[in-house]
T-cell receptor, first 111, second 111 residues
């Protein structure tokens, strides 16, 4: 059974204070690892897809990395508008096409 | 604009009542999904459909039903058999590279 565990559950940062979110996963055959951002009362918005260990992707203050067992979402010099819940999901290439999601990390960036 | 449209945004169900959540997409995607999200938790898969007139149960299908008569539409019915229906319901379609596009969600509450 595919599993995704995200940590920490919640994170409070001061504006400009860099940090990292963790996503540990167990999957038979990784087809892709996805990061989404979700604002309260809204649907998740796509951020990144990572396919193989060693891969990195960046978008503004966010950088996602991938190893064989986990992924990190690094947030550099965050701003209050980065406050959201960040969700990690995996797609198993050997079973169904549906994504398995973690429970998310709630990030709050204070000015 | 292309996207996923969910309606209504808020829905209230009386005991013993069936209610239907609407999901329409104009992205020309074959695969569509329904997820349930409870406070502080990740997304759990209810049903998915990879092609018209075909659908499969997800991890928590009991008390729910779906249909896929048209490519653009994937309605979800929450039946009276679902004893704990209060949650945020998200519909998604899947595009290239397995990326999911989400609607804005429906918040279902019990009166």
């Amino acid at each position: 059974e595919d599993q995704v565990t995200q940590s920490p559950e919640a994170l409070r940062l001061q504006e400009g204070e860099s940090s990292s979110l963790n996503c540990s996963y167990t999957v038979s055959g990784l087809r892709g690892l996805f990061w989404y951002r979700q604002d309260p009362g809204k649907g998740p918005e796509f951020l990144f897809t990572l396919y193989s260990a060693g891969e990195e992707k960046e978008k503004e203050r966010l950088k996602a990395t991938l190893t064989k067992k986990e992924s990190f979402l690094h947030i550099t010099a965050p701003k209050p508008e980065d406050s959201a819940t960040y969700l990690c999901a995996v797609q198993d290439g050997e079973t169904s096409r549906a994504l398995t999601f973690g429970s998310g990390t709630r990030l709050q960036v204070q000015p | 604009d292309g996207g996923i449209t969910q309606s209504p945004k808020y829905l209230f169900r009386k005991e013993g009542q069936n209610v239907t959540l609407s999901c329409e997409q104009n992205l020309n995607h074959d695969a569509m999904y329904w997820y349930r999200q409870d406070p502080g938790q990740g997304l759990r898969l209810i049903y998915y459909s990879q092609i018209v007139n075909d659908f499969q149960k997800g991890d928590i299908a009991e008390g729910y039903s779906v249909s896929r008569e048209k490519k653009e539409s994937f309605p979800l019915t929450v039946t009276s058999a679902q004893k704990n229906p209060t949650a945020f319901y998200l519909c998604a379609s899947q595009g290239v590279n397995e990326k999911l596009f989400f609607g804005s969600g429906t918040q279902l509450s019990v009166l």
